[in-house]
Nanobody
Framework: QVRVVESGGGLVQAGDSLRLSCVAS????????MGWYRQAPEKERELVAS???????SYADFVQGRFTISRGNVKNTLYLEMHSLKSEDTAVYYC??????????????WGQGTQVTVSS
């Protein structure tokens, strides 16, 4: 079993920066892509950014160069640096980790989410 835990959310003002962290632990030996989704009230969950083991990165259009996703030196750690935050970035941010073990069914593990609130 893999456990995904996020941290780093909080209440900030528009224009501020915030850094989210995520770690996948437990039987996390086949973790492949990791990334961040977010869900604002009454909206669908949307992809923010993802990073593959080889370093290939994808960002949502709304990031507009404000966010940076990276993997830590410790295995299965993930970060999201967010700058120039806007009120519309207010959401619960979820970390996910894709498990891709040979001969096993692929699985995606999710964290419990961390609240980011940006006041204008």
């Amino acid at each position: 079993q893999v456990r995904v835990v996020e941290s780093g959310g909080g209440l900030v003002q528009a224009g501020d920066s915030l850094r989210l962290s995520c770690v996948a632990s437990g039987d996390a030996i086949c973790i492949s892509v990791m990334g961040w989704y977010r869900q604002a009230p009454e909206k669908e969950r949307e992809l923010v950014a993802s990073i593959a083991p080889g370093g290939n990165i994808s960002y949502a259009d709304f990031v507009q160069g404000r966010f940076t996703i990276s993997r830590g030196n410790v295995k299965n750690t993930l970060y999201l640096e967010m700058h120039s935050l806007k009120s519309e970035d207010t959401a619960v941010y979820y970390c996910y980790a894709d498990e891709r073990c040979p001969l096993l069914i692929p699985r995606t593990y999710w964290g419990q989410g961390t609240q980011v609130t940006v006041s204008s």
